[in-house]
């Protein structure tokens, strides 16, 4: 960075920002003539980005979670990503994960995420301040917010806007659901392949990205205050599905249960599609919005939901 400002190729980014009110904090005092002692060295420069960066792995792990929950859900979303898995890395091979030639081509990977994070933000609401009068255009009027005004957003909302999101960039060839969900919108439905710019409607044969208008997607928030770990999240999800998914294929474990007569016996499809849909919906907003599956009241329905990872390519051991 300090390289980069001698070659006047600086970036208006938080590391300049920090560097600038270092640098402003060492000037000579007018008033006192004395230096001001509060400005930051290297190293905590370098704590406070590793900060900024890594501390909201918590909703990382929760996206993960949720992502999971859905692809067991929705196994022939497995499929669709094991065709661009096997593309980019085929199991056995010995080569390195380099960042530049593997990220930018993991857009299946990428919109798994992006899916998951549309249906479940972190933060079910984002607080913002006016610093000037706004005026908010509707149907019947014009509001004024006046300077000041703390507004909360609602994401949720916002992420299933079917003016947006409702049957994007839907395939032809592709189902309407797994299964029957009467009358679901489909905004309301998990499908990654949304975010997939079909390459006949482009002139690149390369899909590419879906680019929401602006304030239409906003898990990690938007403007000046946007989430400065969002690039490095996007990574490690990317990178952890990658992994899983070039050995294994996901598969839920169903529960024992005791039927009306007190037999136990496994629980049957329909069981469990139900039990996964019941686990998604009772999520709960604490840090970040989470999955409630650690409360010891429910009894059995506390144990959350368990995985199979079953080998795609026979090395001995069929699953684990």
Same mark, same amino acid.
């Given at each position: 960075?300090?390289?980069?400002?001698? =070659?006047?190729?600086?970036?208006?980014?938080?590391?300049?920002?920090?560097?600038?009110?270092?640098?402003?904090?060492?000037?000579?005092?007018?008033?006192?003539?004395?230096?001001?002692?509060?400005?930051?060295?290297?190293?905590?420069?370098?704590?406070?980005?590793?900060?900024?960066?890594?501390?909201?792995?918590?909703?990382?792990?929760?996206?993960?979670?949720?992502?999971?929950?859905?692809?067991?859900?929705?196994?022939?979303?497995?499929?669709?990503?094991? =065709?661009?898995?096997?593309?980019?890395?085929?199991?056995?091979?010995? =080569?390195?994960?380099?960042?530049? $030639?593997?990220?930018?081509?993991?857009?299946?990977?990428?919109?798994?995420?992006?899916?998951?994070?549309?249906?479940?933000?972190?933060?079910?609401?984002?607080?913002?301040?006016?610093?000037?009068?706004?005026?908010?255009?509707?149907?019947?009027?014009?509001?004024?917010?006046?300077?000041?005004?703390?507004?909360?957003?609602?994401?949720?909302?916002?992420?299933?806007?079917?003016?947006?999101?409702?049957?994007? $960039?839907?395939?032809?060839?592709?189902?309407?659901?797994?299964?029957?969900?009467?009358?679901?919108?489909?905004?309301?439905?998990?499908?990654?392949?949304?975010?997939?710019?079909?390459?006949?409607?482009?002139?690149?044969?390369?899909?590419?990205?879906?680019?929401?208008?602006?304030?239409?997607?906003?898990?990690?928030?938007?403007?000046?205050?946007?989430?400065?770990?969002?690039?490095?999240?996007?990574?490690?999800?990317?990178?952890?599905?990658?992994?899983?998914?070039?050995?294994?294929?996901?598969?839920? &474990?169903?529960?024992?249960?005791?039927?009306?007569?007190?037999?136990?016996?496994?629980?049957?499809?329909?069981?469990?599609?139900?039990?996964?849909?019941?686990?998604? $919906?009772?999520?709960?907003?604490?840090?970040?919005?989470? &999955?409630?599956?650690?409360?010891?009241?429910?009894?059995?329905?506390?144990?959350?939901?368990?995985?199979?990872?079953?080998?795609?390519?026979?090395?001995?051991?069929?699953?684990?």
């Amino acid at each position: 960075m300090r390289s980069a400002e001698r =070659e006047g190729l600086a970036r208006n980014n938080i590391l300049s920002m920090l560097l600038n009110a270092s640098k402003e904090a060492e000037r000579i005092s007018p008033i006192t003539g004395e230096q001001n002692k509060n400005s930051l060295s290297d190293q905590e420069i370098m704590g406070n980005i590793f900060i900024f960066t890594s501390a909201g792995f918590d909703s990382t792990a929760n996206t993960l979670a949720y992502a999971l929950v859905y692809l067991v859900q929705n196994p022939r979303y497995q499929d669709w990503l094991f =065709e661009e898995v096997d593309a980019l890395i085929p199991s056995g091979s010995d =080569e390195p994960l380099e960042y530049t $030639n593997i990220f930018p081509k993991a857009i299946r990977c990428l919109s798994l995420m992006l899916e998951t994070l549309r249906l479940h933000p972190p933060l079910v609401h984002l607080g913002k301040m006016t610093e000037a009068p706004q005026f908010v255009r509707t149907s019947t009027s014009d509001i004024e917010i006046p300077t000041g005004a703390t507004i909360y957003i609602n994401s949720v909302v916002v992420h299933l806007d079917p003016g947006v999101w409702r049957n994007l $960039n839907r395939n032809e060839s592709e189902p309407v659901s797994d299964k029957d969900d009467g009358d679901i919108p489909d905004e309301c439905k998990f499908r990654p392949s949304r975010w997939i710019i079909n390459p006949t409607d482009t002139e690149n044969t390369q899909p590419k990205l879906f680019q929401p208008p602006k304030g239409t997607f906003i898990p990690w928030s938007s403007g000046p205050r946007v989430c400065p770990g969002q690039k490095m999240a996007q990574v490690e999800f990317v990178a952890i599905f990658l992994v899983l998914l070039r050995d294994y294929r996901l598969e839920a &474990m169903k529960l024992v249960i005791r039927d009306a007569s007190g037999e136990e016996r496994e629980e049957t499809d329909d069981e469990l599609r139900e039990r996964i849909v019941r686990l998604v $919906n009772k999520s709960v907003s604490k840090v970040t919005q989470e &999955m409630d599956v650690y409360n010891i009241a429910d009894g059995e329905h506390s144990r959350g939901l368990g995985f199979r990872l079953i080998r795609r390519h026979a090395t001995g051991t069929q699953a684990t």
